[in-house]
Nanobody
Framework: QVQLVESGGGLVQAGGSLRLSCAVS????????MAWFRQAPGKEREFVAA????????YYRDSVKGRFTISRDNAKNTVFLEMNSLKPEETAVYYC???????????????????WGQGTQVTVSS
């Protein structure tokens, strides 16, 4: 059984930082591309960042470029999302996702991903 468990969310002031973790069991993440999505109340789930299984190619939504960094530790079977200079409008539940056949043209689509975590709440106060 595949499980993705996110952690590291919480309440932070605008301009602050958080580091999210996604611990995976049941699969070796080295064989998968990994991503983070987020969903605010009343809004659709949106792509935040993705990292191909090679570990060399990462992609971000435009609004987080330069502030967020996705990384992976294959030895720990864990993916991270470092978030800096957080903004109130980034308040959302953040989800980790993984896919075994991710391609560039569809990496921003939630439908592409095979496995999902339960999410971790990030609240950015103004």
């Amino acid at each position: 059984q595949v499980q993705l468990v996110e952690s590291g969310g919480g309440l932070v002031q605008a301009g602050g930082s958080l580091r999210l973790s996604c611990a995976v069991s049941g699969r070796t993440i080295a064989s998968y591309s990994m991503a983070w999505f987020r969903q605010a109340p009343g809004k659709e789930r949106e792509f935040v960042a993705a990292l191909f299984r090679s570990g060399h190619n990462s992609y971000y939504r435009d609004s987080v470029k330069g502030r967020f960094t996705i990384s992976r530790d294959n030895a720990k079977n864990t993916v991270f999302l470092e978030m800096n200079s957080l903004k109130p409008e980034e308040t959302a539940v953040y989800y980790c996702a993984m896919d075994g056949s991710l391609i560039l043209s569809t990496l921003r689509s939630a439908d592409q991903y095979d496995y999902w975590g339960q999410g971790t709440q990030v609240t950015v106060s103004s």
